[in-house]
């Protein structure tokens, strides 16, 4: 049984930092190209950071140079470091696994990040 298991989310102050973590199990975690994706309220879900299995890693403009993105194939996990966080980071972020050329896509249930004052 796939499970992504999301944690590290939380409130904090803007110009803090989150780390987030995704936890693996029941697929070749090594083999999968791994993201973090957000949804804020009334808005689409979109893509926060990817890290492929060749540990190739993109950015959306938004977060490049505060959020790094890593992942541990030893321990099945994906990371996501939060520094200078702002009001408008504020959403359900999800973890995001793929496989494109066999149709895999799993997604976790989600940790909320809230930035504010």
């Known amino acids: 049984q796939v499970q992504l298991v999301e944690s590290g989310g939380g409130l904090v102050q803007p110009g803090g930092s989150l780390r987030l973590s995704c936890a693996a199990s029941g697929f070749t975690f090594s083999n999968y190209d791994m993201g973090w994706y957000r949804q804020a309220p009334g808005k689409e879900r979109e893509l926060v950071a990817t890290i492929t299995r060749g540990a190739n890693i993109n950015y959306a403009d938004s977060v490049k140079g505060r959020f790094t993105i890593s992942r541990d194939n030893a321990k099945n996990t994906v990371y996501l470091q939060m520094n200078s966080l702002k009001p408008e980071d504020t959403a359900v972020y999800y973890c995001?696994?793929?496989?494109?050329?066999?149709?895999?896509?799993?997604w976790g249930q989600g940790t909320q990040v809230t930035v504010s004052s």
């Open positions: 995001n696994a793929q496989r494109p050329v066999f149709g895999r896509n799993y």
